[in-house]
């Protein structure tokens, strides 16, 4: 199975960015889809975006789009997530998950059965 392991998380002021990544431990990314969650305080685990790992499809939570953006280097077997124009509410501590959810269900998080250990991004005011 495969483990996925974060990194990059931080403070960062608001307008800032922040670049997270996700490695694949144990096995690779290979016909997974590899997603991004969120989790703030109080709130439910949200969907941030998610990547096709085979054919490269991705696609983002609505309040994500325009400003952050996901890729794979698959020569390093690891997605990335770009984050720009961070917000306070875009604080929380974020998850990368892999899984095969059908067509349709990448933004829910009980479609993805390996989850990393999630890493804090604090953005200031």
């Known amino acids: 199975q495969v483990q996925p392991v974060e990194s990059g998380g931080g403070l960062v002021q608001a307008g800032g960015s922040l670049r997270l990544s996700c490695a694949a431990s144990?096995?690779?990314?290979?016909?997974?889809?590899v997603g991004w969650f969120r989790q703030a305080p109080g709130k439910e685990r949200e969907f941030v975006a998610c990547?096709?790992?085979?054919?490269?499809?991705?696609y983002y939570g609505d309040s994500m789009k325009g400003r952050f953006k996901i890729s794979s280097d698959n020569a390093k077997n690891t997605v990335l997530l770009q984050m720009n124009s961070l917000k306070p509410e875009d604080t929380a501590v974020y998850y990368c998950a892999a899984g095969r959810p059908p067509y349709g269900s990448w933004r829910y998080a009980s479609e993805y059965d390996y989850w990393g250990q999630g890493t804090q991004v604090t953005v200031s005011s």
């Open positions: 144990g096995r690779t990314f290979s016909r997974y889809v």
């Open positions: 990547i096709n790992w085979n054919v490269g499809l991705t």
